[in-house]
């Protein structure tokens, strides 16, 4: 059993919970990110971790990293849903060349296992039934998804050919401690931060807009089941299974926090599916996995964990 593992992206917020769950299941870890990139995602991590600092995208770099892994974790992405459509060249050279050569290196140094974690809010596109299962239609209306659905399609494509293991999840809307309020990704942490900070939320559309959302460490349980075994299946969706809209969101964290929302609608944006819930039997049943923490829940603890963030 390989216990080497590499995570490209580790230092980010999914990235630093994955690297917790290996280290306490006795993997060997190594996070590969940025050069200077923000330590304060692992600084608790400490010792028990080997940093290497480069860039994803330069081939030297990605060779001189991989050499001694036995399990990949992919969790780079330059882009975001929102944005990827502004360049969709650049998101294609970033994201999607670099990942066909690190899947050569890993093809090279016979890695046992890649897992890319790969978008369930955006590969199916504008979904035909609910809620989605693994084998519904992939037709993203984003570069982002279409680069996550290529990304997908070659890990296929190097397993038929070159007997390269793989699993990809597809990850609805993951949140908790870590992830980044200020950024456009993670309605739970920007909505907490903005209540928090009495700012205006800015929603796009009329706040129906539904997603499923998933707590970071039942999303860490299910992608720890899958690690040094051969799934029954390669491609599984990650989420709750449960969809809330935006401002059903804002009802719990009212409930949760006694905060009150000062919301601000604006138009509807293009690249926003309506609705998106995610069809888990697959994982349920063939990992023996199910999420466990409810949305208020979960929605408590990232509170209590901003509370305390930001203040410093
Ligand atoms: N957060 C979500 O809602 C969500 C949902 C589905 C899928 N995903 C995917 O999961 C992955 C991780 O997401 P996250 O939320 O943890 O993002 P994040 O931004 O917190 O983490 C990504 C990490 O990748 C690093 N990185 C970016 N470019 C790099 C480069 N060129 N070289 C080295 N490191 C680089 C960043 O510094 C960052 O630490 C991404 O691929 C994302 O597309 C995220």
Known sequence: MNKKTII?????????????????????VTIFDKLNFDKRNISHLGKKIKVIEGDFHNEIELKDSIKHAGIVFHLVSSTLPASSNQNPVYDAETNLIS??????ECVKHKIEKVIFISSGGTV???PEELPIKESHHRRPICSYGIIKKTIEDYLF??????????????????????????VAQGVIPVF??????????????????????????????????SINKKTPSNVYNLGSGIGYSLNEILVKINR????????RFQ???????PVNILDVKLLKNELNWKPETEIEQGIRITYDYLKTVLKK
């Open 267 to 273: 138009k509807g944006r293009d690249v926003d599916v």
């Open 192 to 225: 907490l931060k903005k209540m928090i900070n009495k700012e205006t939320i800015e929603i796009w559309g009329d706040g129906e807009v539904t997603r499923d959302y998933i707590y970071i460490k039942d999303v860490v349980k299910a992608i720890n089941k």
């Open 157 to 182: 494509m190097y397993n038929k050919l070159y007997n390269l293991d793989y699993n990809v999840f597809r990850l609805s809307n993951p949140y908790g401690e870590r992830q980044n309020p200020f």
């Open 8 to 28: 490209y992206g580790g230092g980010g917020f999914i990235g630093s919970h994955i690297a917790e769950g290996l280290i306490a299941e006795g993997y060997d």
């Open 99 to 104: 990942t066909l050569r690190l899947l050569g």
């Open 124 to 126: 199916y596109g504008i």
């Open 256 to 263: 949760q926090t006694g905060l009150t929302p000062k919301v």
